[in-house]
């Protein structure tokens, strides 16, 4: 059986084996909708996996966002969505509702939180994408009982010095059970 797969918010970069969805009919674009119109046309636990590359912060509304993304997702489904760093000049486009760091996801990755509680996916992995300047600092971890949300040296000298870090890579798996707000 093929999985099923989506590229979200594809634009130029159509990946062979997906369904490719911009809000452009771009050459490739297998899908052409406006995202920020809620649901999305896919039917309820539909993709095996949803890759977002430079998509979600462009989006209105990012809690309807991750909502409609878990309801189009099976269970288990990996997401991978890349966005700006909060630190890099990137992130200040004028089209950019959102802002990313570390902690971004936590309202949604978070089971159990007393308040803001947007549970509906687990966290896999945090990967920084450097700059070309970043490359040259190593990622050595930190203590994190010094360093609670830096997860290396490298973050810690985008934090001091900014455009070391250019996107952050989240990779998440679709949660369908009782907590996930659905």
């Not at 046309?41 to 998509?55: C, G, H, L, V």
């Not at 994190?144 to 985008?158: A, G, P, T, Y």
Request: net charge positive; aromatic share 16%; proline share 6%.
């Amino acid at each position: 059986m093929e999985l099923k797969k989506l590229n979200l918010g594809c634009g130029k970069d159509i990946k062979k084996g997906y369904i490719n969805l911009d809000q452009s009919k771009l050459e490739g674009v297998d899908v052409a909708y406006d995202l920020n119109k809620f649901p999305w046309p896919f039917p309820k636990n539909y993709f095996d996996e949803i890759y977002a590359r430079d998509a979600i912060e462009h989006l209105k509304d990012i809690f309807k966002v991750m909502r409609e993304i878990n309801r189009i997702s099976k269970p288990g489904a990996t997401v991978k969505l890349i966005v700006p760093y909060w630190h890099s000049s990137a992130a200040f486009y004028p089209n950019h509702y959102y802002f990313f760091n570390v902690d971004s996801l936590k309202l949604f990755t978070e089971k159990g939180r007393s308040y803001d509680n947007h549970y509906g996916f687990k966290l896999e992995k945090i990967k920084l994408i450097p700059s070309r300047i970043g490359w040259l600092i190593p990622p050595i971890p930190l203590p994190k009982s010094i360093f609670k949300n830096v997860i290396d040296l490298r973050h810690l000298f985008s934090y001091i010095f900014g455009e070391i870090i250019v996107k952050i890579e989240f990779t998440l798996k679709a949660v369908k059970d009782k907590y996930a707000r659905q």
